[in-house]
């Protein structure tokens, strides 16, 4: 069993910046990849950027790209996602992912552990 704890949300201006943090516990956690996914009011949760499980290969949605960066610590069993220049769009509650597998995946059925989500808000 996987545990897995979001922190760092919460209310930013447009063009402000946020650090997710993912703390993981319950196995090793530098086995398995690790997702970050969205959900917006209304709208189905979507991919956001998954990393590796040594944290070589990251991948990211394409409209995310150049903003947000995943990262991972495996000596603090933490991911972390760091986003920069928000958008009010960017407004969800973000959960981390935890893969059985070492690879990275955009597939929300890929990842066995889920954690509750943090809130991020935009303000216009």
């Known amino acids: 069993q996987v545990q897995l704890v979001e922190s760092g949300g919460g209310l930013v201006q447009t063009g402000g910046s946020l650090k997710l943090a993912c703390a993981a516990s319950?196995?090793?956690?530098?086995?398995?990849?690790m997702g970050w996914f969205r959900q917006a009011p209304g709208k189905e949760r979507e991919f956001v950027a998954a990393?590796?499980?040594?944290?070589?290969?990251?991948y990211y949605a394409e409209s995310l790209k150049g903003r947000f960066t995943i990262s991972r610590d495996n000596a603090k069993n933490t991911v972390y996602l760091q986003m920069n220049s928000l958008k009010p769009e960017d407004t969800a509650v973000y959960y981390c992912?935890?893969?059985?597998?070492?690879?990275?995946?955009?597939?929300?059925?890929?990842?066995?552990?889920w954690g509750q989500g943090t809130q991020v808000t935009v303000s216009s």
């Open positions: 319950g196995r090793t956690f530098s086995s398995g990849a």
């Open positions: 990393i590796s499980s040594s944290g070589a290969s990251t």
């Open positions: 992912a935890a893969r059985v597998y070492s690879s990275r995946s955009s597939n929300m059925n890929d990842y066995a552990y």
